[in-house]
Every structure is written in C-alpha cells, then in structure tokens.
C-alpha cells in the first residue's frame, strides 16, 4: 500500500505560467517532507523540504504548501522554465525512519 | 554540492554474470541507502546502512548483497545478474534523520 501518491502521472505547462505539483500521503505520522526533481539517467537532485510544523517553505520560484489535516503537500513552481521540465518526486518520512518516495509526475514544459 | 559517485554510469551484461556497483562519499555521512527505480515507478529502497559494518534490508525484496566496511564506500553486489535486474540502481547518502538525501548519478543496468 503506497504511503505516499502523486495520482497525476504527467503535467503539461505553458513556460512562464504557474506549475502546481499534487502529493498525498496516508501516514499522519510523516514529520518531514521533500521533492526531488529528475531528470533521465540521472539522480534525483533535491529540491526544497518542509517539517510539519510548517505550512509553508519558499526558495526563490520553489514553494511547498503542506496541509496536514488533508494529509496533502503540493509544490508551486512560479514562473515555470523550459529547465523545469522533469520528473518531480515527492517524498516524506517520520523520525528516524527511512524516507518513502511517490511514484513521480512527469513535467513538461511548452514553450 | 553532492559528493557522492556512483560507478559505472551504464552497464550491459550477459546473464549470470557477477557484478559490483560502486558507491562512495567524501562528505563524512554515517547513512547511506541503495534504491532502485524503474521509469513510471517510485524509487524502491533495498538496502540501507547506518554505520560500519551495518547493513539492513530495505522495502523491496532484492537478491543483491551490501557491505559496508569504510564509512565512504558503500558497494552492491548482483552475484548472478537476471534480465529481471535491468533498471537503475541509486545510491543516496545523509547526515541526519530528518534531513535531505544526496543522490548519486545512478547505474542504468540492462541484464541482456
């Protein structure tokens, strides 16, 4: 059973416009959250984080918005480059624990 | 900012074939992690160490092996390679729960 989901497979963006990226999660548990961007053949670069005393963590274009009681995280790329066309994956864990990634949505952006 | 490598970059073998992926870190970090991932896929984890000489087990059932004799090196070994191990194979490391992970650049295998 997958803990955390991202049930968009692909998202298609006009450059320039805003990005918004969906993820969910089933454990309440979850106190850290992150999303890594990927590109093919390569590893997953990090991006930005969120603890879940926080609603809200901004890092130039990047923003997270975590809402806790709807178990739900969302990233808001503003504006959106061609470069940011990728696999972006959410991810969280609890305490010591391992983290647990989302299967991936896949971003292109159209010029 | 990550110092993390992971050798080869690309690897075809035949079946049955012994293999090492190589793994290493110059940032000093106790944990370190493999996953693999196939396209479309989440990144499954399959082993973990927190230390030397500590190696456990991850999520997904794997036939490949771990060890962790130097804090910096972090190998996987594949001792008969399948078609079925075809995907990519990353390594990750961290200093600190709770904080992010650095990735390697991955392992594309492809077991012909």
């Known amino acids: 059973d997958q803990q955390v989901k991202q049930n968009s497979p692909s998202l298609s963006v006009q450059e320039g416009r805003i990005s918004i990226l969906n993820c969910d999660y089933t454990?309440?548990?979850?106190?850290?959250f992150l999303w890594y961007k990927k590109y093919p053949a390569e590893g997953p670069t990090f991006l930005i984080s969120?603890?879940?005393?926080?609603d809200k963590n901004e890092d130039g274009r990047f923003t997270v918005f975590l809402n806790k009681s709807a178990k739900h995280l969302s990233l808001h790329i503003v504006p959106s480059q061609p470069g940011d066309s990728a696999v972006y994956f959410c991810?969280?864990?609890?305490?010591?624990?391992?983290?647990?990634f989302g299967k991936g949505t896949r971003l292109h952006i159209l010029p | 900012e990550a110092d993390i490598y992971q050798t080869p970059r690309y690897l075809v073998i035949g079946t049955g074939k012994k293999i090492t992926l190589e793994c290493s870190q110059t940032m000093g970090h106790d944990k370190m992690y493999w996953y693999q991932q196939d396209p479309g896929m989440e990144l499954h984890l399959i082993h973990y160490s927190y230390g030397v000489n500590s190696t456990e087990k991850g999520d997904l059932s794997s036939e490949s092996t771990v060890s962790r004799i130097r804090t910096e090196h972090f190998p996987l070994t594949l001792e008969s390679a399948r078609p079925s191990h075809t995907s990519q194979y990353l390594c990750?490391?961290?200093?600190?729960?709770?904080?992010?992970?650095?990735f390697g650049s991955g392992t594309q295998l492809s077991v012909l």
């Open positions: 454990n309440s548990m979850f106190d850290y």
């Open positions: 969120i603890s879940s005393i926080k």
């Open positions: 990750a490391s961290t200093a600190e729960a709770n904080e992010k992970l650095f």
């Open positions: 991810a969280a864990s609890v305490g010591d624990d391992k983290i647990i």
